[in-house]
């Protein structure tokens, strides 16, 4: 996605009142302005009354373009809409009252889109390089429209048709629809929408208890929290296979999610520095997607590229440093495309890394819930709320399946924040860490110190991470008994960010 968070948002095009352009003017023609410039502010107040915003695009979408209330001119109005990253070029259109409107979307983007108004008029779904003509109707008022794909009209994909002249018109609802106020309406109109495919934002609504979380994972197998084994080859051959399936969260609320290989996390690599890795990546999905590994160093230009459905890349890289490594698809919007799923990591050992009685592997990650069945909620994405945070893609689930291990035994955490925005205060409740390594360096070494003094006397508590970043923290049990491993912060423990390890005699 674009470095510059602003870009492919809509843009409020420049308005210049008769006379604020310099332009001299005598008493009767500064009177005429006067008169425009309070007719123009009375309906802007109007504008932003909600009432009026709503019923002028979402809630009334048939009144747009009602007939009823609009004489047809008997003319067409005709506009070509091409896509510029997570824009629609131009993305504000002007048609005279009474006129049909054809509007034609050629898809120049790079991944699939479509354009659908309030009315229901739609361009149907465009693979890249493909076109439609969509029949809008005859237009009565201004009429919003956007593209339907998970979260691309939070990215900014909207368009706004301005209906213009015919100042005695009325709108179904009585309001005054003289042209001069359009521009307002269509602004104001984009920050009272819902969530990415046009229906109501849902931010107060399917949040799952915790309790119904916890007794969810009871009913499924857990994650295997494992480290695969390291193998003696150096070269790793995987195919990963994007699809997109619905799974449950709770009794009577399912979403969707796009995964790599059908889980979320997708495989769990390792390897050693030098390693070099083929990935082929298969898209069986109904959407372009993308992977991107942190893990090694190439031009994202071709391999972090977004196919197409039925399309296959291959991406290889060579992992020359040591970490757990993020990889994830980087097909806009990231934030929805991570929250769906598609996450996971590969692990690299530090050279000499001692052997351990376990090595598990914890990756948080959140979900923000839309209605029954569907993807992420782009706009609690975009608030950065989660519904539910997850270690290993499922809340609670080791609490419902513990890990375990047995007292006196070394165990090695390697744990990864995919986000896509929450931080991690990884915690082990009961236990010091008396080995932490984070983004590649230690922080805290047992055995070992930096001042010559502390050997074996120092700790520490928590291994913070920030989105993306990842490490390992080692500890030894002493005792028998549940220790619970958390997100610190508490409020995203208590939405999932929780398991717990299993210490036997
Ligand atoms: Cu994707």
Redesign the pocket.
Known sequence: MPEDPDAGRPTSPPRTLPGQDGTPTGRAAAAAIGVVVVVTLTVAALLVRPSFVTASADEQPHAAVSTSSVVPTGEVTRAEVTVDGMSFVPNIIEVPVGNALQVTLVNTGDQRHDLEFANGATSGVLAPGEQATVDVGVIGTDLAGWCTLPGHRQMGMVFDIVAVGSGTTASTDGTDTAAGHSMDGSMTDHSTHGSANGTAATTDANAPTMAALVQAAKDIPAYPAELPPLSNATEHRYTFR?TEQVVGVVPGLTRAV?TYNGTSPGPILHGRVGDTFHITLVND?T????IDFHAGQVAPDEPMR?IEPGQSLEYTFTAARSGIWMYH???MPMSS?IA?G?FGAVVIEPDDLPAVDHSYVVIQSEQYLGPDGEPADAAKVAALVPDVVAFNGTAFQYDAHPLAARVGDRVRMWVLDVGPNSSLAFHVVGTQFDTVWSEGAYRVLRGASTDGRTAGTTGAQVLSLLPAEGGFVEFVPLEAGHYAFVNHEMSLAEKGAHGQLAVSD
């Open positions: 994007v796009w999905g959407m372009g997607h993308s977004t698809c980087s097909t495309h769906n598609m």
